[in-house]
Nanobody, 121 residues
Framework: QLHLIESGGGSVQSGGSLRLSCTAS????????MGWFREVPGKEREGVET???????YYADSAKSRFTISRDNDWTKLDLQMDMLKPEDTATYYC???????????????WGRGTQVTVPA
């Protein structure tokens, strides 16, 4: 089992920044593909940014030029730096991981419980 815990969510004014972190524990001796997803009530969970085992990153159009994903060398911590936040970024953000890579599809095996990001209009 792999356990994921997100942190860093909160409320920030439009145009502000937040940095989300995801810490993995458990079966961390394996190499995982990881990513950030977000969900708004009534809508499907959508991929924000993901990174494969080779370190290649994949961005949703909504995240380009504003969000940056990074992971540590031990592959146990995944961060999402979010800049120029907009009200439409308001969502619950989830960290995900899997030995297989699914791009921006929410098909990953392991999920955190999520952290709320609110950008008031």
């Amino acid at each position: 089992q792999l356990h994921l815990i997100e942190s860093g969510g909160g409320s920030v004014q439009s145009g502000g920044s937040l940095r989300l972190s995801c810490t993995a524990s458990g079966k961390t001796h394996l190499t995982y593909c990881m990513g950030w997803f977000r969900e708004v009530p009534g809508k499907e969970r959508e991929g924000v940014e993901t990174v494969d085992k080779n370190g290649m990153t994949y961005y949703a159009d909504s995240a380009k030029s504003r969000f940056t994903i990074s992971r540590d060398n031990d592959w146990t911590k995944l961060d999402l730096q979010m800049d120029m936040l907009k009200p439409e970024d308001t969502a619950t953000y989830y960290c995900a991981a899997d030995e297989r890579f699914y791009g921006l599809l929410p098909a990953y095996d392991y999920w955190g419980r999520g952290t709320q990001v609110t950008v008031p209009a």
